[in-house]
T-cell receptor, first 114, second 115 residues
């Protein structure tokens, strides 16, 4: 089983749509969770961290369910500029010796069309 | 702004050649990472380093080695390049927790083709 699993998509949605991505992780010791965004032919960049209580940043909402080891990202009112690959990312902090090591999901491709 | 630079954007090498990929970060970060990214497989960690001269194997270290002689520079070495090492190579850096974000800052990547 992969450490971090995502539906690779692709998701094709019209502008203005709401789209949700899901991700599961296998290591119950995982401490920190993130969504990264990667534009075509570019490097990944942090989109947002995911907190236990859920958090929102504008049109983006992230949720974490530790019991089910499940993370989600919701994008409301999709824009053309949201087209990218969204990477689910997990850090497993085993006694403080992870050295910031992250495990990346394979990514979910989103295309927003006019 | 954090800046991570990689020595080449595109590189073409022949099978059996020794290949050096260099990465430099300007934020005094303790941690540095080398990944490869392949379609359908995502980002896979090759090696990482948490201090000068310190290195740890990642998930796919076979066929690679690394060097970190200075804090800002982390090199990936392919001792004898093979065609299955054709890939996009991404370098990243991050500051040391606790109390800081785990955010990793990536370089633009090097697309390596081995023929």
């Amino acid at each position: 089983r992969k450490e971090v699993e995502q539906d690779p998509g692709p998701f094709n949605v019209p502008e203005g749509a709401t789209v949700a991505f899901n991700c599961t992780y296998s290591n119950s010791a995982s401490q920190s969770f993130f969504w990264y965004r990667q534009d075509c032919r570019k490097e990944p960049k942090l989109l947002m961290s995911v907190y236990s209580s859920g958090n929102e940043d504008g049109r983006f909402t992230a949720q974490l369910n530790r019991a089910s080891q499940y993370i989600s990202l919701l994008i409301r009112d999709s824009k053309l500029s949201d087209s990218a690959t969204y990477l689910c990312v997990v850090n497993a902090n085993a006694g403080g010796t992870s050295y910031g090591k992250l495990t990346f999901g394979q990514g979910t491709i989103l295309t927003v069309h006019p | 702004d954090v800046k991570v630079t990689q020595s080449s954007r595109y590189l073409v090498k022949r099978t059996g050649e020794k290949v050096f990929l260099e990465c430099v970060q300007d934020m005094d970060h303790e941690n540095m990472f080398w990944y490869r990214q392949d379609p359908g497989l995502g980002l896979r960690l090759i090696y990482f380093s948490y201090d000068v001269k310190m290195k740890e194997k990642g998930d796919i270290p076979e066929g690679y080695s690394v060097s970190r002689e200075k804090k800002e520079r982390f090199s990936l070495i392919l001792e004898s390049a093979s065609t299955n090492q054709t890939s996009m190579y991404l370098c990243a850096s991050s500051s040391e927790p606790p109390g800081t974000s785990y955010e990793q800052y990536f370089g633009p990547g090097t697309r390596l083709t081995v023929t």
